[in-house]
């Protein structure tokens, strides 16, 4: 089975830090994704990734960037975290079986709490 | 992708089965049909996906209707650890930009 490791479980940060935020995976899965999930809200996507060196803005990138310089890691980056920035991260694969369905694969998430 | 609609919560005896409807009328043909869950405080976990016909694996059972506008999943005997979050998606080639909205909260009483 695929696994998907989020470094840090939970973390607290202060306003302006510079916060990062890792995403391995065992596999050499080329779609990688990052999400946050607040409570009403549902999943919005942050940024994506379809390959090395490669990234594509979702719905929600403001305040956030991405590293992919190798495939199996992808990184989520806030330059200076706010307090609205405060939210589960949750990081996914994509994986596509044979009959073209797509299944996400997600990490146990990183809470974040920018005090 | 096609939008989808879910009751907000569900409870269900321990040891019944579990059936969650999902309603996607404005599905198109090559969209297919996933169910996640979430337990509190995990990231989304995998159950199941179909196209037309009615699957099952060991998780679950999913069933579509003939014109696929709905679909059920089903837990054949809902336990204690099923009480979670469930969310209907449907989506084409890539997941990665699928909605998951606040799906349903299934409670599994004892």
């Known amino acids: 089975d695929v696994k998907v490791t989020q470094s840090s479980r939970y973390l607290v940060k202060r306003t302006g830090e510079k916060v990062f935020l890792e995403c391995v995976q065992d596999?050499?899965?080329?779609?990688m994704f990052w999400y946050r999930q607040d409570p009403g809200l549902g999943l919005r996507l942050i940024y994506f990734s379809y390959d090395v060196k490669m990234k594509e803005k979702g719905d929600i990138p403001e305040g956030y960037s991405v590293s992919r310089e190798k495939k199996e890691r992808f990184s989520l980056i806030l330059e200076s975290a706010s307090t609205n920035q405060t939210s589960m991260y949750l990081c996914a694969i994509g994986t596509s079986d044979f009959s073209g369905a797509n299944v996400l694969t997600f990490g146990a998430g990183s809470r974040l709490t920018v005090l | 992708d096609a939008k989808t609609t879910q009751p907000t919560s569900m409870d269900c005896a321990e040891g019944r089965a579990a059936n969650l409807p999902c309603n996607h009328s404005?599905?198109?043909?090559?969209?297919?049909v996933y169910w996640y869950r979430q337990i509190h405080s995990q990231g989304p976990q995998y159950i199941i996906h179909g196209l037309k016909n009615n699957e099952t694996n060991e998780m679950a059972s999913l069933i579509i209707t003939e014109d696929r506008k709905s679909s059920t999943l089903i837990l054949p005997h809902a336990t204690l650890r099923d009480t979670a979050v469930y969310y209907c998606?449907?989506?084409?080639?890539?997941?990665?930009?699928?909605?998951f909205g606040d799906g349903t909260t299934l409670t599994v009483k004892p």
């Open positions: 404005t599905i198109s043909g090559n969209e297919y």
């Open positions: 998606i449907v989506c084409g080639f890539d997941a990665g930009k699928s909605t």
């Open positions: 596999m050499d899965h080329e779609n």
